[in-house]
């Protein structure tokens, strides 16, 4: 039975951190994107690394930032992984010396295949909803029937889930790993806990081969 890695993006606050920890993600997420409701500065997505157990992967999400950003981040926060959620090309995400993840939005005519081969360097690409103007967390699903399977990288599903259609979604996609922000929220960048432990069971419960 595989493992399906979980990730909890859009972390704002220590408490939602361990929490999220301590109900078993294997990844938080931390946006350095200032537009967005769950966005973060350096001082306070350190304030949460801070007090998180070991063998937690950090990740910084940028969308379209200057080179300058990223590494302030890369000092002040020292994040495990970046993710790059906007427009940013295969030798942008390369330079800077951190394993990375390249978000798609599933636009109607993406070629996935054509964006694996760019960003080969990637670590997998995290395949979200699209929406016109809106970068992500956009809390909508897309159709799952357009991920191919053994695909040629690991794939990082997002985009709408929630506890009630992650297990759906795992059975259908059979992907690396889920990413979720929106469906396990209190209110925008406020996690809620029993909404945590409910995503982590719908996860838990699907066995895939």
């Not at 890369?74 to 993710?83: E, F, M």
């Not at 960003?119 to 191919?148: I, M």
């Not at 889930?161 to 922000?181: F, H, K, M």
Request: net charge neutral; charged share 20%; proline share 8%.
């Amino acid at each position: 039975m595989a493992h399906t890695r979980i990730k909890i993006c859009g972390i704002t606050r220590p408490q939602d951190g361990l929490d999220a920890a301590r109900l078993g993600a294997d990844a938080l997420g931390f946006v350095f994107y200032p537009p967005s409701p769950r966005a973060v500065d350096a001082e306070q997505a350190k304030a949460v690394i801070d007090v998180l157990p070991p063998f937690v992967t950090t990740v910084a999400l940028f969308v379209n930032p200057a080179q300058h950003e990223v590494e302030q981040v890369l000092r002040r926060v020292a994040p495990d992984l970046i993710q790059f959620h906007g427009d940013e090309s295969p030798e942008f995400c390369a330079q800077f010396a951190r394993p990375y993840i390249k978000a798609v939005r599933m636009r109607p005519d993406v070629a996935l295949d054509q964006l694996a081969r760019q960003h080969y360097k990637a670590q997998a690409l995290l395949l979200d909803a699209y929406q016109p103007g809106v970068a992500g967390g956009t809390g909508e699903t897309f159709g799952w029937d357009r991920v191919p399977r053994n695909f040629s990288m690991p794939i990082v599903l997002a985009g709408g889930l929630t506890p009630g259609n992650v297990g759906e979604a795992i059975e259908q996609v059979r992907p690396y790993a889920v990413d979720v922000s929106g469906g396990v929220e209190a209110a925008k960048g406020i996690k809620d806990a029993a909404k945590i432990a409910a995503f982590m069971r719908g996860v838990k419960c699907v066995e895939v081969d």
